[in-house]
């Protein structure tokens, strides 16, 4: 911090509010006209400002870039998932348990196996530093996720189910991504079976089972005691928003320091909240929502750009590109494809092709990433990683408008067809 400007905080400052500003005036002609979404936006920014370019922001002079990154990251998802638990249907993780089952239970470990083993074949990395890099790439990302089922676009485009599904799925599978990269990290700096007991006994039982139960009973008791100070008047005006983002702060820390899975717990505590707080608190402040997502969310990505390990990737050469595609192309889609027949209302094939390729990487990969270098000592979760992160951003962001658009033409055109073949 000794290095730390006056100008270079206000550059910091005036970037990451005037981003906010920008974005919440322009996103809309910006996604729907270039399509470009927030997180693109915000990822050049910091790229632009980083050491690499323009040099006005030194990650380094605010403290260690990594630990910035890791808990910026984990503040970004948390204040996500809390906005998908109460921007989902009341019910619906219980009406929809069939479909969530299999897009957590089954497309998440085989989104696991197919990262790892791609990781294998092109770069060549030992097989357990695969599958710990491939269980980074896992999750798919609320953060960016929301860029593609929010807005105007989105909501004209897209059915309830397709939006409802990806936010789920990206939501919770940031959560219960933890198993699947502490495992390799286990096996990687503890002999096999003391590894193996510490995953089955303190990561499955307590860290995820454990947030799962004290998530959901913190969330059940915010929303009595919401509903208890609207009766007895204690509040002059309930702030629903201000409650909700206390909630999260409460959730990530608290269930942090018992040693539990804070991501997953915050989920399970927006979930179990909404079912005690009606509808009505949540569309009064539904805009103010979005921004503050924005403010917390995106900022991350600025960050990232920031500090891009550009050599790292030039190391990589060619690998690093072909191991971008492979992993944008068959980490998710062809698993998606196999398990179609039992996405229920999910199954049909514009349904699925959209819900297989709409897996984007972002910040979940980035915390987990940064995790697993603290924790290991490796470069490689981060060095491809980001490299990943990176292209995802890009390619989702810039297929979300031209893909939901033809979606919507491809539904009417079989509405249409329908509607003919009735007639005749």
Same mark, same amino acid.
């Given at each position: 911090?000794?290095?730390?400007?006056?100008?270079?905080?206000?550059?910091?400052?005036?970037?990451?509010?005037?981003?906010?500003?920008?974005?919440?005036?322009?996103?809309?002609?910006?996604?729907?006209?270039?399509?470009?979404?927030?997180?693109?936006?915000?990822?050049?920014?910091?790229?632009?400002?980083?050491?690499?370019?323009?040099?006005?922001?030194?990650?380094?002079?605010?403290?260690?870039?990594?630990?910035?990154?890791?808990?910026?990251?984990?503040?970004?998802?948390?204040?996500?998932?809390?906005?998908?638990?109460?921007?989902?249907?009341?019910?619906?993780?219980?009406?929809?348990?069939?479909?969530?089952?299999?897009?957590?239970?089954?497309?998440?470990?085989?989104?696991?196996?197919?990262?790892?083993?791609?990781?294998?074949?092109?770069?060549?990395?030992?097989?357990?530093?695969?599958?710990?890099?491939?269980?980074?790439?896992?999750?798919?990302?609320?953060?960016?996720?929301?860029?593609?089922?929010?807005?105007?676009?989105?909501?004209?485009?897209?059915?309830?189910?397709?939006?409802?599904?990806?936010?789920?799925?990206?939501?919770?599978?940031?959560?219960?991504?933890?198993?699947?990269?502490?495992?390799?990290?286990?096996?990687?700096?503890?002999?096999?079976?003391?590894?193996?007991?510490?995953?089955?006994?303190? #990561?499955?039982?307590?860290?995820?089972?454990?947030?799962?139960?004290?998530?959901?009973?913190?969330?059940?008791?915010?929303?009595?005691?919401?509903?208890?100070?609207?009766?007895?008047?204690?509040?002059?005006?309930?702030?629903?928003?201000?409650?909700?983002?206390?909630?999260?702060?409460?959730?990530?820390?608290?269930?942090?320091?018992?040693?539990?899975?804070?991501?997953?717990?915050?989920?399970?505590?927006?979930?179990?909240?909404?079912?005690?707080?009606?509808?009505?608190?949540?569309?009064?402040?539904?805009?103010?929502?979005?921004?503050?997502?924005?403010?917390? #969310? #995106?900022?991350?990505?600025?960050?990232?750009?920031?500090?891009?390990?550009?050599?790292?990737?030039?190391?990589?050469?060619?690998?690093?590109?072909?191991?971008?595609?492979?992993?944008?192309?068959?980490?998710?889609?062809?698993?998606?494809?196999?398990?179609?027949?039992?996405?229920?209302?999910?199954?049909?094939?514009?349904?699925?092709?959209?819900?297989?390729?709409?897996?984007?990487?972002?910040?979940?990969?980035?915390?987990?990433?940064?995790?697993?270098?603290?924790?290991?000592?490796?470069?490689?979760?981060?060095?491809?990683?980001?490299?990943?992160?990176?292209?995802?951003?890009?390619?989702?962001?810039?297929?979300?408008?031209?893909?939901?658009?033809?979606?919507?033409?491809?539904?009417?055109?079989?509405?249409?067809?329908?509607?003919?073949?009735?007639?005749?």
């Amino acid at each position: 911090m000794d290095n730390l400007s006056s100008s270079e905080i206000n550059i910091a400052l005036l970037t990451l509010g005037g981003l906010v500003l920008v974005l919440g005036l322009f996103s809309g002609f910006l996604k729907k006209r270039l399509w470009l979404s927030d997180p693109l936006m915000a990822l050049l920014a910091g790229v632009l400002l980083s050491p690499g370019v323009f040099g006005l922001i030194h990650l380094t002079h605010w403290g260690k870039p990594e630990t910035i990154l890791e808990e910026g990251a984990r503040l970004a998802i948390a204040i996500q998932v809390m906005g998908v638990a109460l921007r989902l249907p009341k019910e619906y993780i219980f009406n929809n348990r069939r479909i969530l089952f299999i897009l957590l239970g089954l497309l998440m470990p085989l989104m696991w196996l197919a990262s790892g083993l791609l990781v294998y074949l092109i770069l060549g990395l030992p097989v357990w530093v695969s599958l710990l890099v491939g269980a980074v790439l896992t999750p798919t990302d609320p953060v960016v996720s929301s860029s593609v089922v929010t807005g105007k676009v989105a909501e004209e485009n897209l059915p309830d189910r397709i939006r409802n599904a990806i936010s789920a799925e990206s939501a919770a599978n940031d959560g219960l991504a933890y198993p699947f990269v502490l495992l390799p990290i286990l096996i990687l700096t503890r002999p096999t079976g003391e590894a193996l007991w510490h995953w089955f006994g303190k #990561t499955l039982l307590w860290e995820v089972g454990g947030a799962l139960l004290v998530g959901a009973l913190i969330g059940l008791a915010a929303g009595k005691l919401l509903k208890w100070a609207e009766r007895r008047q204690t509040v002059n005006k309930p702030s629903f928003l201000a409650y909700t983002i206390a909630l999260s702060l409460v959730v990530l820390g608290f269930v942090k320091l018992i040693g539990c899975d804070g991501i997953f717990a915050v989920f399970a505590a927006g979930i179990a909240f909404d079912q005690v707080v009606g509808g009505q608190e949540r569309s009064e402040e539904e805009g103010v929502q979005e921004a503050i997502d924005r403010f917390f #969310t #995106t900022n991350i990505f600025l960050l990232l750009g920031l500090y891009l390990p550009w050599q790292k990737w030039l190391e990589l050469g060619w690998k690093g590109m072909l191991l971008v595609i492979a992993v944008l192309f068959l980490r998710r889609l062809p698993a998606v494809l196999v398990l179609r027949p039992f996405l229920g209302k999910l199954k049909k094939l514009p349904d699925a092709l959209f819900i297989g390729w709409f897996g984007p990487i972002g910040a979940a990969a980035l915390f987990y990433a940064f995790l697993s270098m603290r924790k290991t000592g490796l470069e490689e979760p981060w060095v491809v990683a980001s490299l990943v992160i990176c292209a995802s951003i890009l390619v989702h962001g810039f297929t979300a408008t031209p893909l939901a658009t033809l979606y919507a033409k491809i539904h009417e055109k079989r509405s249409a067809d329908r509607l003919s073949h009735s007639a005749h």
